[in-house]
């Protein structure tokens, strides 16, 4: 059926409150528990008695990937039935709607949702048209609700409202000519941001999907802590609520208007022991398999939410967490960039109106790699290429060269080689006196979005950096500070890596050449960090001593939970990251003398 005339009988079944907000409603494969194969579904269609499958799909984190990653950030891992591993080429939209569509079949009753950052840190092809192109994309392949996430602020709440509601940028105008964006057919929930003067959700809160009597409804919330992660301009005059608190709240609130049947739409996750996507995180015992911070809010959650789908960590699993009822319930996430999705079956019971979920009847959920064997969208394919034809002029410019891969957001290591690159890039485009006079730089990891891959991506040319490939690398266009920090403040930096918010998962930043040292991780909080062997150029780094330190805008008001960092006196302004990233790239390589990959050999790790 054509994805015009499916979103017409499908618009009418979505409602937030009391208003229709928009929709799709489509179908697939019964699921399976976590961490099993396929099964014969003798449950597939029970629509003519008291309970009918509900097949709810998901994803999250697709950061605008229409086209598919590049390098690692293109593949899935997989583990096969003899206990090895293969790396399946996976992600783009041109796969990932024809997967969702082909999954729906012959389901009467299907609802497709995700769990927040659809857009931000996007790729050229989105983040040059301020992510229209992907909310775009959305409307055409169905999804019918997203909770917000992060990167949802960062170009600010006034623009994820135009996400939402439509119209030109307030700037860069319309970019089709004749053309007016639409807007989001489907809603952003923000039930835990609210606005600091009125109180109220930035956007709705909550939503319900109806189909033919069957009532379902979503919650959708991002992490508390986003006012650490993003720039603080983009989230001034909100307010961040904690994930549970508002879920419950808002469980009730549906309760009162009869909607039994509850999922959440959590911006947080956890990391599986595996990076396989079919890996069994249920083994030994329910839940065993994952940490972090989703599994104390799954634990927390109330029980009148029938599962969670989450995100954030860009990890894939398919669990089953206890509630505080001790209830067995689902908890998902799809990895990230349209990879996987995940397929999970909802027994709706007609005459009570929940979800049957006993600890011997658990929604069943699995991930399925969005593989690139399977046919693309045509209407996909088409969306590329016409936004593709007004990038070019931007894209396809050659920036610079490389001899091989140089693994940034893949890497598995803290220090990666294209950290070293960027680091190394912002040092060189401050450390003039005029510049700034930066002796060091800093990056921290989140900004990396993916690797830089010697394979061309179009017609370049192997090993050719494009404009586009550089700027999937560095998206965000943070401007450069360079600031004065004593070394006292600088060892108080790099011991938050590690320590306080950080201390669980630790956020390594990239350093530019001439600052080494030991990262001791046998150790605990700040005492990884041996304040001895941290030296710049081979000679100490002194407390007392001031040093010119380049750090982009995000890190230099203390993002990513690095406060000391907001104590730099003297800032200079220098170029963006983007700018200091692609002058780095043109000035340091040729055809003939291309860049190498770094060593990556600045931080010492003890395990």
């Excluded at 009753?109 to 959305?138: K, Q, R």
């Excluded at 005059?237 to 709240?249: N, S």
Aim: some cysteine.
């Amino acid at each position: 059926m054509p994805a015009t005339s499916q979103r017409r009988r499908r618009i009418r079944g979505l409602t937030a409150g009391t208003a229709v907000l928009a929709a799709a409603v489509g179908v697939t494969a019964a699921a399976v528990p976590a961490g099993a194969g396929p099964r014969t579904d003798h449950r597939a269609d029970r629509s003519h008695g008291r309970t009918v499958d509900v097949q709810l799909l998901s994803f999250n984190d697709f950061h605008g990937n229409l086209e598919p990653p590049q390098g690692s950030s293109g593949t899935a891992e997989e583990t096969q039935p003899d206990g090895g591993k293969k790396t399946v080429a996976a992600g783009g939209v041109e796969y990932l709607a024809q997967a969702l569509r082909t999954a729906r079949k012959g389901h009467p009753y299907s609802v497709t949702a995700a769990a927040g950052d659809m857009i931000g840190a996007s790729p050229l092809l989105s983040g040059l048209f301020h992510d229209e192109p992907t909310v775009e994309a959305m409307n055409k392949l169905g999804l019918d609700v997203t909770s917000v996430g992060n990167h949802e602020f960062d170009e600010g709440r006034t623009e994820l409202t135009r996400m939402q509601r439509g119209g030109c940028h307030p700037k860069d105008g319309c970019f089709e000519d004749g053309k007016t964006f639409k807007g989001a057919d489907f809603p952003y929930l923000t039930a835990n941001v609210t606005d600091d003067k009125t109180g109220k959700p930035l956007l709705k809160p909550y939503t319900v999907w109806k189909h033919k009597g069957v009532k379902i409804g979503f919650i959708g919330v991002t992490l508390k802590g986003t006012p650490d992660i993003v720039n603080a301009e983009g989230v001034k005059g909100l307010k961040f609520h904690d994930e549970v608190a508002t879920i419950d709240k808002y469980a009730k609130v549906l309760e009162r208007q009869g909607v039994k049947s509850v999922v959440a739409l959590i911006h947080e996750g956890g990391m599986p022991a595996s990076t396989s996507y079919n890996y069994d995180c249920d083994s030994p015992g329910p839940g065993d398999g994952i940490s972090g911070p989703i599994t104390e809010i799954a634990k927390k959650v109330t029980p009148k939410v029938d599962a969670l789908v989450t995100g954030h960590t860009h990890q894939a699993y398919a669990c089953t967490i206890p509630d505080p009822s001790g209830t067995p319930r689902t908890v998902t996430s799809a990895a990230s960039f349209g990879r996987l999705y995940t397929d999970t079956t909802l027994t709706y019971d007609r005459r009570t109106h929940d979800i049957v979920r006993t600890r011997v009847h658990v929604p069943g959920a699995a991930n399925h790699v969005v593989d690139r064997n399977r046919p693309k969208a045509a209407d996909m394919t088409s969306l590329i290429a016409r936004w593709n034809k007004l990038a070019a002029p931007v894209a396809g410019r050659p920036v610079g060269h490389i001899s091989a891969d140089i693994a940034g957001r893949g890497a598995n290591a803290p220090e990666s080689p294209l950290g070293d690159v960027v680091a190394d890039a912002q040092l060189a485009a401050t450390a003039d006196t005029g510049k700034g006079g930066a002796q060091l730089a800093l990056m921290n990891p989140g900004g990396i979005r993916s690797d830089l891959a010697y394979a061309a991506s179009g017609g370049e040319g192997d090993g050719v950096v494009t404009y586009g490939e550089a700027f999937t690398v560095q998206p965000f266009t943070n401007m450069m500070r360079v600031v004065d920090l004593t070394g006292a403040q600088l060892i108080a930096g790099l011991q938050q890596q590690v320590s306080g918010p950080n201390e669980g998962s630790p956020k390594i930043l990239q350093v530019s050449e001439g600052l080494t040292y030991t990262l001791d991780m046998t150790k605990s909080g700040a005492a990884r960090v041996v304040k001895d062997s941290v030296k710049l150029n081979g000679k100490a780094i002194a407390p007392a001593t001031t040093y010119r330190v380049a750090m982009n805008e995000f890190l230099a008001g203390g993002g990513d939970g690095f406060p000391a960092f907001k104590d730099g006196r003297n800032p200079h302004v220098g170029p963006s990251d983007l700018d200091a990233f692609t002058a780095y790239l043109t000035a340091h390589s040729t055809a003939q003398k291309p860049l190498d990959p770094p060593k990556a050999d600045r931080i010492t790790v003890v395990k």
